[in-house]
Every structure is written in C-alpha cells, then in structure tokens.
C-alpha cells in the first residue's frame, strides 16, 4: 500500500519585531505607535485595543484605525482564515472549542473571531462566547474576541475584516471566524476567509433542501456534528449531502466539497476535519487558486467600503435629510414610486447625475 505523505499547515516560527520600521509609522501618533508595537509583540491588550479602536464609529478613530492598519499590513496575510456557520443549536462553540485545543496541540496559535447577534430592539449583544469556550479561553495561545453583530448583513461584525488583519499581525496562525446563525445573507463570511465549513445535524434536513439553500453553493467543507447521538442518522444524512452535493457546481475544478461526520463533544473526527483544512491549502496553493481568491476578496472588499462609504456619505447630506421624511411619507403613501423618489433625492443631493 502507497502512503500518501501527510498534509501540514506551516507553523509561524517569524519572530516578531520588538519596534516597527520608522517608514511604517510615520504620521503615527505616539500612542498608536505604542498599540501597533504592542500588536507585533503579541500583546492581548494591545491587540483588544487595536480592535476596539477599528470597531469604533468615531469619525477620528476611523482615521486612527486606517492608518493603524496601514502600518501593520506588510505582516498580515499569513494565516489559514476558516469561516464556521451553521443553525443555532448545531454546536459551532463546542465544535470551535474541541477543535481550537487541538489546533494549538499542534503548535499552533490561534484567534478566534465569534460573533454574537444584537437586540433589534436595544441593540445589545449577550456575548458569551468565551464562557462557552472555557477552556480555550484559558490557553495562552488562543485569542477570543467576541463581536456583536450590530444588525450587518452576512452573519459577522462590520469590521470582522480588519480585525483577522490585525490578529494576524499579532503572530496568531489560524484565525476562526464564528458567524451568527446560517441563512441567504450569511454568505458574507466566504467572502473573506480561505475556507468556509458548515456544520449541520443529523437529521436536519433532505437532500432537496440542501440544494435550496445556497450557502450550500459556497461551502468548502461540510460537517456533521454530533453524530454520536445517533450514527445511522449521521451517515444518513451524510449520504443526503453527497447527493445534493452532487447536483452543484464545485467552486474550485480541484476541489470537491468533502462530507464528515464528527462528534465535538466527544472530541471524535476533529482530526480529520483538520486534515482537510490542511489538504484544501495544499491542493489550491500550487495551482495558484488559493493566491487568487484573496486577491479577489481584496478587491470586492474595497467595492463594499466604497458602497458603505458612498451611502454613508449620501444620507448624511443637508439636502438629502432634509427632503427625506417627505419623500418617505410620499412613498409610503403611494403618491410617487420608490424609483422616482430614489432620483428625486438623488438630484437634491446633486451627488451624481440624477439618472440612474
């Protein structure tokens, strides 16, 4: 029997530079010059500051925070990023528990990125996440920032991005990116992470629902937790999902969608699932595949912030806030379309050409 020669993530041994480069900071502030050493020294609390900083709506702290990231670039980019999604209840906190300790088992460090839903009502967030990771909490090579969602789109925190850049500036290896919940607008996390893993339950489901939904479409890698409970059900609707699976287009020519079966709790099949993770870096490195999607991530990245900044800039325009209650109440009323009223506002703002 051939053996095939085992799949291995690189381990970080860089070591971190106790001061950045004067090129790197200049224009910094001596107390972000402080935080971005402080993040290249591996310091937890430079490091929640930083994040804090660029999780801020303050005009000047977004400033601050883009000059921040700029300095701490030229050191990002090194990590494996994996995306975790799935229903509540599916188990992502023990999963990312059980498989986080087994990550820093093999010399690794790891940052883990969780966030929590927010009130529509209040706006507040519970987040608990590191008291569901107890134990991996504890471990001085893990690093767990829990986020609220803040109501934005796609399952994870506005500012998600920027932090992985900064945890990996931090010297953290694998970066897991822990989203909300699942559904059609949760998608947002394959688009900035190297893999995306959805967990689902035995029994959740028949294949024809599998198809529906389509972050099925944009799934790396599919796994179901808690098969312990009942393992015909687990390879059940593990054969459901290889047959759904099947009827789809795989994002990659060199790369199908693996389906595990694995217990969290019981600490059964994380190997394999890690494995995986390594085997999906090592088959799209060297055709150039893994390179090109975070180039085109990169790229769709800065159309969002131009989208988010251009609305952000049209809503607060005089003309636009002062014209917009009537133009609501009249498009809520009926006396004018949604389309006229969109170029109405539009031409107050004289923002661009009235014409769409």
Not at 44 to 59: C, D, G
Request: glycine letters at 8%.
């Amino acid at each position: 029997m051939i053996q095939q020669k085992a799949f291995q993530l690189p381990i970080m041994t860089d070591s971190v530079p106790d001061v950045l480069p004067d090129g790197l900071t200049l224009g910094l502030p001596p107390a972000d010059r402080a935080l971005a050493e402080g993040v290249l020294a591996g310091q937890r609390r430079a490091l929640a500051k930083s994040i804090t900083l660029i999780e801020s709506t303050r005009p000047d702290h977004q400033a601050r925070a883009r000059a921040l990231l700029d300095a701490l670039l030229p050191h990002t980019g090194k990590a494996m990023r994996l995306g975790i999604s799935g229903s509540p209840g599916v188990g992502k906190s023990t999963f990312i528990e059980a498989l986080g300790n087994l990550i820093l088992d093999r010399g690794h460090r790891l940052a883990v990125l969780a966030v929590d839903p927010s009130s529509s009502l209040t706006g507040g967030s519970i987040l608990g996440d590191k008291t569901r990771m107890e134990t991996l909490a504890q471990r001085e090579e893990a690093f767990i920032r829990p986020s609220p969602s803040a109501g934005s789109l796609g399952g994870v925190a506005e500012k998600t991005r920027e932090a992985m850049l900064l945890c990996e500036a931090a010297g953290f290896d694998v970066i897991l990116v822990e989203t909300v919940g699942v559904g059609q607008s949760e998608t947002t996390v394959a688009g900035m992470v190297d893999l995306f893993a959805l967990l689902q339950l035995p029994n959740a489901g028949d294949d024809l629902q599998a198809i529906k939904k389509g972050i099925v479409e944009i799934a790396d890698l599919v796994a179901i937790n808690k098969a312990d409970i009942d393992p015909r059900a687990a390879m059940a609707t593990r054969a459901q999902w290889n047959n759904a699976l099947h009827f789809l287009r795989p994002a990659s020519p060199n790369w199908t969608p693996p389906v595990l079966t694995l217990s969290a709790f019981k600490k059964e099949g994380l190997a394999e699932f890690w494995e995986t993770v390594e085997r999906y870096r090592n088959t799209l490195t060297p055709t150039g595949e893994f390179k090109e999607k975070r180039r085109r991530q990169a790229v769709d990245w800065m159309w969002q912030l131009i989208h988010a900044h251009l609305n952000q800039c049209f809503q607060r325009h005089p003309a636009v806030k002062d014209a917009l209650p009537g133009v609501t109440q009249k498009v809520a009323s009926g006396t004018i379309t949604p389309a006229a009223a969109a170029t109405a506002l539009f031409a107050a703002a004289r923002f661009f050409n009235s014409e769409p």
